[in-house]
């Protein structure tokens, strides 16, 4: 009965929120309802068939003009009361982008992105632009965790100063602070910057600072360039270390560093279809470095006709080595009807007690092959399915689906 009560919980928040811009004549409402069944083999060989209900609303105009409401959630239930299936309060909120000249705010459950940090946020945050090429954004709210509870105590606050120099140099500088249960448990600074000359060359940077623990804790430089025939080559290098609350016990511990260095060649063959080769060292403090290979081929759908196939190779003097693919082939037959189907192969060789000079080897081979359809009912309406079969020499196997029914209003 809970998931029928859901659902019912669900259908009443559509004329709610209608009923909230009928008095606005202008007002108009769009979005798009989502209906996933899924099913799967959990860890103690029963079967969970977990269903939810999506929901995603815009509201333009809502009591007066430039006032919209977005919204998106989810509500969910397991027919089979295997496993839970959490609802969910993506966002929530109400925003207007020109409340006086160059101001805006949106109020509400909304995601929070800046390179000091990111967080989804109940509160406020306000954007100002300034001659055009210049923003301030400043927030502050609850601090919304999923898995540890929701907590008045629990706050996020920050601001975020960026602007565009020379029409392609774009900087930004953010500052962040989150609180946990009253206490401060993170505060963090951020630079990035961009720069693109003439479409051609684009470099691109971003660091963090970690104020309580006096150190960088994530960083990456990289470049890409474009060049008159058709390939395009990058550069990477990324450094993360792990930021922990301040109030966790995890804070205490010493952490590692990890580092890795990219270079990645694309040549594009003809409109749709390319190859590429990707070569990362992943660097580790305590763990030996690694070398990983990749490669493939991909052709994205211009036709009927899409897929890719790429290959992997990772190896390392610790033992802990990795080769695999991965293939998926699809085909539009008819304006409203398309499938495919595709397949993952990894081999890993491993190391048991990696700190152990007497330790053995293991190997092992692990699958992964689906099927998946989509059925375009009309321009409104659509169905996609798919079933799937994961298989390990190590852990057996188990079989997966699902199917979803989405309508666009």
Not at 31 to 52: F, I, N, V
Not at 201 to 210: A, F, G, I, M, V
Not at 265 to 282: D, I, K, M, N, S
Not at 333 to 348: H, R, S, Y
Request: a negative charge; proline letters at 1%.
């Amino acid at each position: 009965m809970r998931v029928w009560q859901s659902f019912i919980r669900g259908l009443l928040l559509m004329p709610l929120v209608l009923c909230l811009a009928a008095p606005a004549g202008a007002a108009s409402v769009s979005g798009r309802a989502s209906t996933l069944l899924e099913w799967y083999d959990t860890a103690t060989e029963d079967t969970s068939m977990p269903l939810y209900q999506y929901l995603q609303l815009n509201v333009k105009d809502l009591g007066a003009q430039g006032y919209n409401f977005k919204v998106y959630g989810r509500l969910g239930d397991d027919l089979n009361d295997e496993e839970a299936a959490k609802s969910r309060l993506y966002y929530a909120y109400l925003e207007k982008k020109d409340l006086f000249k160059g101001l805006g705010f949106r109020l509400g459950r909304q995601f929070i992105s800046t390179t000091a940090g990111a967080s989804l946020m109940d509160g406020l945050s306000l954007d100002y632009t300034l001659l055009e090429d210049y923003k301030v954004k400043v927030f502050g709210g609850g601090d919304v965790s999923y898995y540890q509870g929701y907590n008045v105590k629990d706050t996020i606050v920050g601001v975020e100063v960026s602007g565009q120099f020379c029409d392609s140099l774009d900087l930004a500088a953010s500052y962040l602070q989150k609180w946990d249960g009253g206490l401060l448990g993170q505060e963090l600074v951020g630079f990035d910057a961009s720069y693109d000359l003439d479409g051609k060359l684009w470099l691109y940077n971003e660091l963090q600072w970690d104020i309580l623990s006096e150190r960088l804790s994530y960083a990456q430089l990289g470049g890409k360039y474009r060049f008159d025939a058709p390939f395009t080559v990058r550069l990477e290098y990324l450094y993360s270390l792990p930021v922990f609350s301040s109030t966790s016990i995890y804070s205490v511990f010493a952490v590692e560093d990890y580092e890795e260095v990219l270079a990645e060649v694309t040549y594009r063959l003809q409109r749709g279809l390319q190859v590429f080769g990707r070569y990362t060292r992943e660097i580790y403090d305590e763990y030996d470095d690694a070398n990983l290979f990749e490669a493939g081929i991909e052709k994205l759908r211009t036709g009927k006709f899409s897929g890719y196939l790429t290959g992997i190779y990772r190896s390392d003097d610790g033992g802990q080595d990795l080769k695999g693919f991965k293939v998926r082939t699809a085909y539009k037959f008819t304006p409203m009807v398309e499938a495919g189907v595709g397949m993952n192969l990894d081999v890993l060789e491993r190391q048991i007690d990696y700190f152990d000079s007497d330790s053995a080897s293991d190997d092992t081979t692990s699958r992964r092959y689906w099927a998946d359809v989509s059925l375009h009912l009309s321009k409104t309406m659509s169905v996609e399915g798919k079933v799937e079969r994961v298989d390990s020499e190590l852990w057996d196997y188990y079989n997966r689906g699902s199917l979803r029914f989405n309508v666009l209003f």
